[in-house]
Nanobody, 125 residues
Framework: QVQLVESGGGFVQAGGSLRLSCAAS????????MGWFRQAPGKEREFVAA????????SYADSVKGRFTISRDNAKNTVYLQMNSLKFEDTAVYYC??????????????????WGQGTQVTVSS
């Protein structure tokens, strides 16, 4: 199993940017597809973005398409989420997750095998 640690969250004004990082350790990072999810207070955890093992395929939630970019550096065992033009409604705890079996970007959180502890993103309106 892979262990995941997120970083890069914080407080930002609407329209600003943040870059989240998720560092992996344990099993070979390049064998996992990776995803970012978020959970706002009182809401279910929702899909944000995902990337395939090689990084050649990505998927985004409609709510973040064009504003967020997921990428990975397999040499550094790290996946990133660049978030631009942030909105108040992007406020949430952001989690990264690793999926081993399929290796493709999936929106289904039940298919992910490992999760990080989350990092808080707060956007002021």
């Amino acid at each position: 199993q892979v262990q995941l640690v997120e970083s890069g969250g914080g407080f930002v004004q609407a329209g600003g940017s943040l870059r989240l990082s998720c560092a992996a350790s344990g099993r070979t990072f390049s064998t996992y597809a990776m995803g970012w999810f978020r959970q706002a207070p009182g809401k279910e955890r929702e899909f944000v973005a995902a990337i395939s093992r090689s990084g050649g395929s990505t998927s985004y939630a409609d709510s973040v398409k064009g504003r967020f970019t997921i990428s990975r550096d397999n040499a550094k065992n790290t996946v990133y989420l660049q978030m631009n033009s942030l909105k108040f409604e992007d406020t949430a705890v952001y989690y990264c997750a690793a999926e081993y079996h399929w290796g493709i970007p999936t929106r289904n959180k039940m298919q992910y095998d490992s999760w990080g502890q989350g990092t808080q993103v707060t956007v002021s309106s």
